[in-house]
């Protein structure tokens, strides 16, 4: 169980999701990491080229993280479960 809840720590510094998007006009693929509390571009400009493309296409711009509801619940989510893990379980 100590291993499980440390585990969970893990997620504050790794994102939960990658995406990378290739295409023939970028030498370097597009890139966005989404962590726990927000969305970071692998690259410094991605997040705005990607936005950029789904306007092309007609998709709605990313949201930032105070518009998205889960990037404020589950930092605290992660917390308490990590907190009221049990680490010694009597059976």
Known sequence: M?????LLL?????PLWNIQLGAPQYPEP???NIY???IKG??????Q??????????????PKPSDMW????FPI???YTHLTLPTNREV
Do not use: P, R, W
């Open 10 to 14: 893990g997620l504050f510094i790794y």
């Open 36 to 38: 726990i509390n927000g």
């Open 70 to 73: 889960e990037f404020t619940v």
């Open 30 to 32: 597009l890139g966005m």
């Open 49 to 62: 080229n990607i936005d950029g493309l789904n306007h092309y296409i007609g998709m709605k711009t990313l």
């Open 42 to 47: 692998q690259s410094e400009f991605d997040i």
């Open 77 to 79: 989510a992660v917390s």
């Open 2 to 6: 100590i291993i499980g809840s440390l």
